[in-house]
């Protein structure tokens, strides 16, 4: 009875944590783009690239440019407001209209009140003054959307966008006298958030300056940490993503000073992401602590994993060699290209579990080498050829770029040797060994199955349909595949997509059938995390998510 309690509490724990990392996923989704805009802006008006180049010194070429940079700042320079909606929304099951507004009113009465009462107790630095920036760093003080207040950083928007979510999930169920029912459900959210925040407001006022030592001093450490930090951190970020809790991990490194306070051009900048973007707008080196949590990424995903595809593939039955290459070398261009590693690390997750503590080993180990060697490339997301070029290349000698195919050779040879090693020792079945050919697949994408129809499907009259196979499938007809796959719609009790997994949350998980969805629903692998069941699909995930959704009936 104990054990059992001990693990409802662990299965709870991850879920709280994996829905606070995927709450992420909406405010961040806007930083690649953004990033691309600034990053080929800035890429083209750096003073040093422009003295390599000449030619970019063109005056249209450079209005241009500089046009798009001041876009991508646009979002960078809005983190915290555009984290404070992004959280509401991405937390709230429901109305999620009322969670936006309210997450962004709750942002602007937070900021206005720690404004209100830095005047009122004499401590609101003078922008007049001639240090002025140097007074409102030592004050812990900045400008937010035009509002002078305390330097909250990401950290007021994502706990703007927590205390949002509370309230709106407690406030939307109020019943209200029928006199005021107007002011009932989604409307009242955004009136409660207002004395709520404005409570808010006054604790930050006073708690705040002893957690932003404390941060500061987290911060250091983490800093000081040196190459043992980079090696923990490669390590436990892949052992975090089976479970798909890696965003917890990734996003407050990224966008928080958990990732460091970094010092540019006289002015601090907060998480690797904001520091990395600031550093490419100025003339100095970039310093590569910055990126030492990215660095790497690029290095094992572009040519590490690619090598234990290329293990996977030779020590693979001869008379298999031509089904698997196909399947290997589709998967290891999608890693080595958009940094899509998914198909590849699933599969060998799922027959072998200890190769991918293995890999995590390496992925570490790569990271370390990437920092001690200097290099200085970083990317919001998508670890991969095409940022590697806009990120890395394209800015220049500072970040040092060349270290990656450098290090990359013996990153390939370490992965091939290490997993050819490890696949004939222990005879891990990995694709192409197995005794029977016919089942040859990655845990992913599939693409020399033969058609075959799925099996017969319930539809909500009950009437049995025969299907195409997943491959053929409609968007609608697919999702219908996956509603009955999951046990139906009675077993289903809620549905969510993060950027390539379909989670779904089932009641009893004995009767989901796993191999439909992995085979005749053509997902590229599949994970359990307590009762939600994580389907890969890609860029699908999102629309299976929303076709599925309007079927179930479930509010959005």
């Known amino acids: 009875m104990e054990n059992t309690a001990k693990s409802s509490r662990k299965a709870k724990f991850l879920n709280v944590f994996e829905m606070f990392g995927r709450s992420f996923l909406l405010p961040v989704s806007v930083l690649p783009a953004a990033g691309i805009l600034k990053g080929l802006g800035s890429a083209f008006t750096n003073s040093s690239t422009i003295e390599m180049h000449p030619w970019m010194g063109n ?4 209005i241009v440019m500089g046009f798009l940079e001041m876009l991508g700042n646009v979002a960078f320079n809005n983190l915290p407001v555009i984290f404070a909606v992004g959280v509401a929304v991405g937390l709230a099951k429901q109305e999620k209209g009322s969670a936006a507004l ?14 209100f009462l ?40 994502i706990i703007t966008g927590v205390i949002v979510y509370l309230v709106h999930k407690k406030a939307i169920k109020i019943q ?23 409570v808010v407001g006054m604790a930050f006022f006073v708690i705040w300056p002893f957690v932003q030592a404390a941060i500061t001093a987290l911060s ?59 550093a490419l707008s100025s003339n100095s080196p970039i310093d590569p602590m910055i990126t030492r949590f990215s660095s790497g990424k690029f290095i094992y995903n572009m040519f590490g994993l690619p090598g234990a595809a290329l293990a996977m593939y030779v020590t693979a039955k001869p008379k298999n060699k031509k089904t698997v290459g196909s399947l290997l070398l589709a998967a290891a261009l999608t890693s080595f290209l958009t940094g899509i590693t998914e198909p590849l690390e699933f599969t060998f997750l799922f027959v072998a579990p200890a190769l991918y503590g293995i890999h995590a080993v390496l992925a570490g180990l790569t990271m370390l080498v990437a920092n ?4 200085a490339f970083l990317t919001p997301t998508g670890h991969g050829l095409i940022n590697f070029l806009i990120y890395g290349v394209l800015q220049g000698a500072r970040t040092k770029w060349w270290l990656l195919p450098i290090i990359g050779v013996f990153c390939f040879a370490m992965y091939f040797i290490v997993f050819t090693f490890a696949i004939k020792k222990f005879d ?68 969510d997509a993060c950027i390539t997994r379909l989670r779904i949350n089932v009641k009893d998980d004995t009767v989901v059938d796993i191999n439909q969805i992995t085979h005749d629903l053509n997902a590229m692998g599949f994970n359990k995390s307590g009762m939600q069941m994580q389907s890969i699909y890609g860029g699908r995930a999102n629309q299976l998510k929303v076709e599925i959704r309007e079927i179930l009936g479930l509010a959005d």
Do not use: C
Not at 59 to 62: V, Y
Not at 253 to 260: I, K, M, N, S
């Open 59 to 62: 005056e249209i070429l450079q």
């Open 102 to 115: 309210s997450g962004l009113l709750g942002f602007l009465v937070l900021h206005n009140t720690l404004n």
């Open 118 to 157: 830095l005047k009122a107790s004499g401590t609101l630095v003078d922008m007049s003054a001639e240090n002025a920036s140097e007074m409102m760093a030592r004050h812990m003080q900045t400008t937010v959307l035009g509002i002078q207040t305390m330097d909250l950083n990401v950290f007021g928007g």
């Open 176 to 198: 209200v006298p029928q006199v005021f029912g107007f002011f009932s459900g989604p409307r009242l959210v955004p009136i409660m958030i207002i004395p709520v925040m404005a």
């Open 220 to 278: 250091v450490a983490i800093l000081k940490s040196g190459y043992v930090g980079t090696f923990g951190y490669g390590v436990i970020e892949r052992l975090l993503l089976p479970f798909g809790l890696h965003h917890g991990l990734n996003w407050p490194v990224r966008t928080t000073e958990l990732g460091g306070i970094f010092m540019i051009n006289g002015k601090e900048y907060a998480g690797t992401i904001n520091a990395y973007m600031a």
């Open 372 to 375: 001690v060697a200097g290099a």
């Open 428 to 495: 891990f079945k990995t694709p192409g060994r197995e005794d029977d050919p016919s089942t040859i697949a990655l845990h992913g994408k599939d693409e020399t199955r033969k058609k075959m129809g799925v099996k017969t499907l319930k539809d909500r009259d009950n009437e049995d349909a025969a299907v195409p196979s997943g491959a053929n499938l409609t968007l609608h007809d697919q999702a219908e595949a996956l509603i009955s796959a999951h046990g139906g719609p009675e077993n289903i009790e809620n549905v």
